[in-house]
Nanobody, 124 residues
Framework: VQLVESGGGSVQAGGSLRLSCAAS????????MGWFRRAPGKGREGVAA????????YYGDSVKGRFTISQDNAKNTVYLQMNSLKPEDTAMYYC???????????????????WGQGTQVTVS
């Protein structure tokens, strides 16, 4: 599975961005897609995840109510709509894919085998 993110950029606080993640390859094996981020000097944080079957979603506490994850299975693409952005949302954002999506570990990075290269989001 190959993952390519797009949509990052610079935005002022309070603004919005939409990230996209296009999957290719053995996409039928994907059970869960997730977004993670890593801010300078911090560890990787699970932002949001979505099950490929049915679309159940999971969110990190810091983004609940502001970010929305969605998917277009026909396009093998997952989106992350980010609203009300804050400076603390500044980070490199990564898309990831996993074969499984257990609710307790949907935002655990170790659950994901495939990763994109990342897209930078800067909020000032």
């Amino acid at each position: 599975v190959q993952l390519v993110e797009s949509g990052g950029g610079s935005v002022q606080a309070g603004g919005s961005l939409r990230l996209s993640c296009a999957a290719s390859g053995s996409t039928a094996s994907i059970g869960c897609m997730g977004w993670f981020r890593r801010a300078p000097g911090k560890g990787r944080e699970g932002v949001a995840a979505i099950r490929s079957d049915g679309g159940r979603t999971y969110y990190g506490d810091s983004v609940k109510g502001r970010f929305t994850i969605s998917q277009d299975n026909a396009k093998n693409t997952v989106y992350l709509q980010m609203n009300s952005l804050k400076p603390e949302d500044t980070a490199m954002y990564y898309c990831a894919a996993s074969a499984t999506c257990p609710p307790m570990y949907a935002l655990a990075s170790w659950n994901y085998k495939f990763w994109g290269q990342g897209t930078q989001v800067t909020v000032s």
